[in-house]
């Protein structure tokens, strides 16, 4: 992956707002989802402890492997798959 102009998310508001995007995005197709509620105080403690950073992706190049080459592998990464 490439990337160009990244910065930290600096704003406390900024910040909450787009780790509860990420949460939106990620659980929302999961059964008994979290919906990333937290008590303001809480997070707001919890938040120091993260790192926010945006940078914009100019190039993606993607592989595709699997654990194709061990079978015993393939099946249990099938399974996960399925199960997630």
């Keep these: ?16 707002e787009t780790l509860h995007n990420l949460v939106e995005f990620y659980e929302a197709g999961r059964e008994g989802r979290w ?17 926010g950073i945006e940078f914009e992706i ?10 194709q080459n061990r079978s015993t592998d393939a099946l249990r990464v099938i399974a996960a798959l399925a199960a997630s």
């Design 58 to 67: 100019t190039r993606i190049e993607g592989k595709f492997k699997l654990s």
């Design 35 to 51: 919906h990333g509620e937290l008590p303001k105080e809480f997070r707001d403690r919890m938040m120091r402890g993260v790192v």
């Design 1 to 16: 992956m490439i990337f160009t102009g990244s910065h930290f998310i600096a704003e406390q508001d900024r910040f909450a």
